[in-house]
């Protein structure tokens, strides 16, 4: 799961400038109902989320990277969640909880098929009765990464580092594995940093197939994040799952 583009401590400090709260966040903290006690945050990078969430319910953070997790701990309100070192495919928490989420398009670095089943076996161990798990994946069918090559630059100002310039390469594209490159400029500085990572875009059918096959059910899915119906051509694959066989007592 964890790709150099996250391990760079000086990149995991302006990872926010342009990684900011969004109508995602708004959407999965929307999940967070009253009937929800605990939440596990896969994933969980810079820990924005998982600290706004914490204001609502008990809530662990769980990510590969070090770097991440250090800014995690230092954000306001850092202090209310439990950080955990470790990777979605192979970890123990000794417990189950009402809500998991993986935030994001975290879900798109697990490239093969065995890492997207050790995810969802995963999450079907620390899942509570009733309880739910929501991550998004791009929908490959909107060929998101064609859109890239031309993306302009963006800039963003950090308190520490000043003006940083972010562009975006794509590499290569074959049967849904997308490399890229990402270019941060550090103006101020007069320093430049690359990192390349890959992403998988997986199919709505193949998703299906490989949850059910590891005991999970399908509950919601949507295309947008204001909760629109999922269309052929939507941008997003958000879904909504539970234990296959529960019935949900979280909403």
């Known amino acids: 799961m964890s790709e150099p583009l996250y391990g760079e401590s000086l990149l995991a400090e302006v990872y926010d400038l342009f990684n900011a709260w969004g109508e995602d966040n708004d959407f ?8 929800v006690g605990s939440a596990l ?3 969980c990078g810079t820990g924005l989320l ?33 950080w955990r070192l470790a990777d979605a ?49 791009r929908n490959p069918a909107a060929r998101a990464w064609l859109r890239w090559e031309n993306a302009a630059p963006r ?18 594209e074959r049967d849904g594995l997308v490399s890229y490159r990402s270019r941060y400029r550090f103006i101020d500085q007069g320093r430049t940093l690359e990192a390349d990572a890959r992403l ?3 199919g709505l059918a193949a998703l299906r197939a490989e949850l059910e096959s590891e005991g999970l059910s399908v509950l919601a899915l ?28 979280l909403d």
């Open 28 to 35: 999965y903290l929307g999940l967070c109902s009253p009937a």
């Open 200 to 202: 998988r875009f997986c």
């Open 89 to 137: 495919r192979d970890f123990e928490l000794n417990r189950r909880f009402d809500l998991i989420y993986c935030a994001g398009h975290a879900f798109q670095s697990f490239l093969a098929e065995t890492d997207r089943r050790a995810v969802f076996r995963q999450v079907r161990r620390h899942l509570a009765r009733g309880g739910r798990f929501a991550f998004e994946t």
């Open 50 to 82: 998982a600290a706004k969430m914490a204001e609502r319910v008990e809530v662990v953070g769980l990510d590969p990277a070090p770097a991440m997790l250090d800014i995690a701990r230092a954000r306001p309100g850092g202090g209310q969640v439990a």
């Open 222 to 249: 949507h295309g947008d994040w204001q909760g629109g119906e999922w269309r052929e051509d939507s941008e997003e694959l958000i879904l909504t799952l539970a234990r296959a066989g529960d019935q949900p007592v």
């Open 41 to 43: 945050d896969l994933g």
């Open 155 to 172: 800039r963003a100002a950090h308190p520490r580092w000043g003006e940083v310039e972010l562009s975006q390469r794509l590499l290569s």
